[in-house]
């Protein structure tokens, strides 16, 4: 970069005013301090000679190498562009262009530079690198393997090239060979960031000795690295190294606090208390990251955060966490099996799964899973398979219920009213009647359901919440509201709690206090990010 | 149990017909045998207009009674034989010819083309299809605003992919079932679709539940008043909020879905209930307060004039008979008080515009409550 800043300094120095300031003087100046890695001051006396002399082409191309340097992009784009205004097709301070925008993050407007610098030499491997670069990061995945594939063949030896072919080819989802060349990057290169990447992609590709190897590799080179002690944490957890993994995680926690993968394990292998709490608020704080948008990351996330949920009891958080992979066709027995485990509300860890359960875990996961990925017929029918090989599996008709109520509200009801055949004092099954019939404006028959539930589980909000509801809709708004207020002491982050409290004060006058809790359930609700209402 | 819970356990989901000997004895009643293929129930209204004339005659004629039209019962498409509209890369027609209309979509190459069975709206008009078994809300819909087609009101966000999801929102059975629900009257049967007995748009029985009971006994007992149904005139305002929001959105419905800004100024027991005073046992405020639901909907605002001064007149001033809980007069005017205090708001496609329910003292550029 220095050669190429000096070259343009001389074959562009233009007539400097030969009166006051030596603009020359101030130029070699601030390219010793440039030099000497002082931007700061380099930064500045640039600027002096520019004030002097607007039109000095070398002074912008070498502030904006300073600015850059300095990770103001946004400034040193526009001096390059200056530069490029007086000396049009300068293929340096093109590449330096280019290479500015893909250090501030636009991949797109680097991939313009780098595609014309292309264009006029083909031959050239670190612009072909770069711009491969750029259309992996745009996911013109497809474009960048076209590029790559040629060169790399025709020249194994140049790393940079295996790297950016490498991650082209992971973008592409073909994990095996990208791994083979990342390790390669890793091996002949000696790369830190290889040797991470390597350990990673061979932890999710299953080839554990190679994850482990490539992760204790990497913490040799440098022991405060975070993710490679996870891999190991997370090798001993397969291994069933309990005390190993443990002790792995803790040493990723703490190097950095905000590993919530590692946070997640602990919190999935440990006893309930807070660490899954904070489990959760990590996966929060990682999501308002937007770390997650790598898809990877996303799964793993997810994952871990349905896991998570099961263990707190939030049966029904877990599966919305789990139909994102529904949604997106993702499938593995691992997934279905914990899917039908979240779906049939057992609190087991994933460990512990008897052998004799996973056949009935895998029959409802794949029946749930085919649900929401919207093969709704398919899903009856692994259902109906299902609820014959199993007829008196508990929740197996309450996770068919759950799924269809958003839906198919009456088949919802069907279903859970055959849970209680199977188990009459399902409080579940019970609220969810109560609740469906609530919503159909059918308080009466909710009631019987709604008591049944809050002598099962008084202490679950939900039944308390069911019970008011059903006694203020059929005209006994006194005890309703005594409910209703129970529930909002046990949960008072629940918008329906407050969205029932606001209609019980409203029916008995209270105005002021109806108001109140109106406010709060709608300070408590998430306006919809697409705000469809059909008409 | 009150009123409000009488009328909501006989929402038409959980009606229970009686046998046929009863509408039989309705039939002989009124005076008149259905034609071949003439579904009973249009009997009912015709068997309250002996005794409810007035209401009788109206109502049919209001947008709530014309909720849904049935081809060749549409002035709308009979009176624009063709329609089009390009969205994106697909191109939409309605096209009318002898009665019978048809909705169209292509994308230059292939066309999918539905005949319309079910027209929801009067005025801005949504068409329901039938596509291999499914049912979809059309993607595009008609507006006098623009005596014209364009996007669906809340379609806006829909970016179809393929030549059959251009056809619209693909609706779940609840959707379809919450539709002829709202749009028209038996169309719900024990949470079932019955489009065999439904009757179009908004009748008595699809409000005034146990109809039939009434109907026989004041024919078994020679004309007296008995067994009337439950007077949803004395709900109480949270109670008529709830009921009319079963179609209208209920407070609670777009609390819970999030439907927040502008798109909500449609969903007027949401808006309402949301004003400062909103009283839910206060009955100068209320749905019924200011709407005759048996009338179009009164398009002169000084008509809700005296409606206002019920509560905002200076001591004294008012006809009506003292009430507790005066409330502040109004410093700037008497009269057009909706004009200032419910503020007309046009929704984000520029579309429709409706008179914001959220009554408050509306300040100039001030952003709209959520």
Known sequence: MGAVCLLIACLSWVRLAAQGPDPQQIFQEAAQAQQRGDFALAASKYLDVIRLDPNVVAAHANLGVVLVSLGRFDEGIAEYQIALSEAPGSSPLRLNLGLAYYKKGDFSGAAAEFASLHKEDPGNLRVVTLLANCQVQVGLVGQALALLKPLAEDNPDNLDLEWAFGNALIRAGESPEGLKRIQKVAERGHNLEAYQLAADLALGLAQYDQAREQAKTAIQMNPDLARPHLVLAMMDDFAGNEKGAEIEYHKALEIDPKVFQARIQLANTSPIDRQVEKALQTVDGYRSLQASSQLHNEQVLRYHEALVLARLGRFQDALQAFAWFASKKISAPELIEQIGRVGLRRTVPPKYIREKDKSLFMAAGSAAFRYMAGQESEARELFHKLFQQFPNAPNAHLLYGHLLYGRESELAIQEFQQELKIAPSNADANMMLAWAYLMQNDPSAALSYAKKAEQEAPELPVSQLVLGRSLVETGDAENGTHYLEKAAQLDPGNPEIHIGLAQAYSETGRKEDARHERMESLRLTTPAALPVANP | ?370
Not at chain 2, 193 to 206: F, K, Q, W, Y
Not at chain 2, 311 to 330: D, F, I, T, W, Y
Not at chain 2, 331 to 360: E, W
Request: hydrophobic share 35%; with cysteine.
């Open chain 2, 1 to 370: 149990m009150n009123a409000w819970k009488a009328s909501a356990s006989l929402h038409p989901r959980h009606c229970r017909w009686q046998t046929l000997s009863v509408v039989a004895i309705i039939l002989f009643w009124v005076g008149s045998v259905p034609a071949a293929g003439q579904v009973a129930p249009q009997n009912f209204s015709s068997a309250c207009a002996r005794c409810h004339p007035k209401e009788a005659a109206s109502e049919p004629t209001t947008p709530m009674g014309r909720a849904l039209e049935l081809p060749g019962a549409n002035p709308t498409l009979a009176s624009h034989p063709k329609l089009t509209v390009r969205k994106g890369p697909y191109t939409y027609t309605v096209q009318t010819e002898e009665n019978k209309s048809v909705y169209s979509v292509t994308d230059g190459i292939h066309t999918i083309a539905i005949p319309i069975r079910w027209s929801f709206g009067e005025g801005a008009q949504t068409w329901l299809l039938e596509h291999n078994g499914e049912y979809y809300e059309s993607l595009v819909s008609y507006y006098p605003s623009i005596d014209g087609l364009d996007i669906t009101t809340g379609d806006g966000s829909l970016k179809p992919d393929t030549l059959e999801a251009a056809i619209g929102r693909k609706l779940s059975n609840n959707d379809v079932t919450a539709c002829f629900d709202c749009h028209a009257t038996k169309a719900v049967s024990n949470g079932q679709l019955s489009l065999a007995t439904l009757e179009p748009g908004v009748r008595c029985e699809h409000c005034h539940t146990g109809l039939e009971n009434h109907l026989v006994s004041q024919i078994q007992s020679g004309g007296d008043i008995v067994s009337a149904p439950p007077s949803l005139g004395r709900l109480n305002p949270e109670e008529i909020s709830r009921f009319c929001g079963q179609c209208h959105r209920t407070w609670e419905l777009v609390a819970r879905r999030g439907w927040r800004g502008v798109i909500n100024a449609r969903f007027q027991p949401y808006r309402l209930a949301n004003s400062k005073c909103f009283d839910g046992t206060d009955h100068r405020i209320g749905c019924l307060a200011c709407h005759d639901p048996h009338q179009t909907v009164v398009r002169d605002d000084t008509f809700y004039d005296p409606k206002c001064l019920a509560c905002h007149a200076a001591s004294g001033s008012s006809s009506l008979p003292p009430r507790p809980a005066r409330a502040k007069v109004c410093p700037v005017a008497k009269s057009n008080c909706v004009t200032c205090h419910m503020p007309k708001v046009r929704l984000p496609n520029g579309l429709m515009t409706f008179y914001d329910h959220q009554i408050r003292v509306a300040k100039p550029n001030e952003p709209y409550p959520n």
